[in-house]
């Protein structure tokens, strides 16, 4: 399951057993940072995801700032809440890149807003997957 964490809404997706699909799963609504772990936690479990791929939003200079960090300790609360190891993974432009694919796909407005986490979701988890394909020594 892989995490597009946000201070309002969260995005989250998931993938088949083979690795070969990612879809979104939801967009969790939540303000408060401990609720929202909790949600995260309980929607984990629940799909009985094996691992937690959460973004990680480095600068675009590869530094960590305050984001990425806060980004942390969410994963690592999820983590202590689901019982669920995390992986953090490079986020930077995910949230551009699921714009750019809603545009093409002409989703605007309230949908747009309802639906632009998960898909960022789905790009960090294709990410990883690819990754992991890739660098089968690594897993």
Known sequence: MSVDFGDSR?????????????SPLTVVHEYNFE?????TAEYAKSEKAELI????PKNMNGTV?????????????VTELSGIPHKMWDERCTTVSAHNYLNETNVRGKKRKNVVDAVAAVIILESYLGYRKNHPEDN
């Not at 969260?10 to 993938?15: K, P, Q, R, S, Y």
């Open 53 to 56: 791929v959460v973004g990680y």
């Open 10 to 22: 969260t995005g989250l997706a998931v993938c088949d057993k083979s690795e070969f699909l990612a």
């Open 35 to 39: 609720k929202c772990a909790e949600k």
């Open 65 to 77: 700032g305050e984001r990425a960090e806060k980004c942390e300790k969410f994963a690592e609360l």
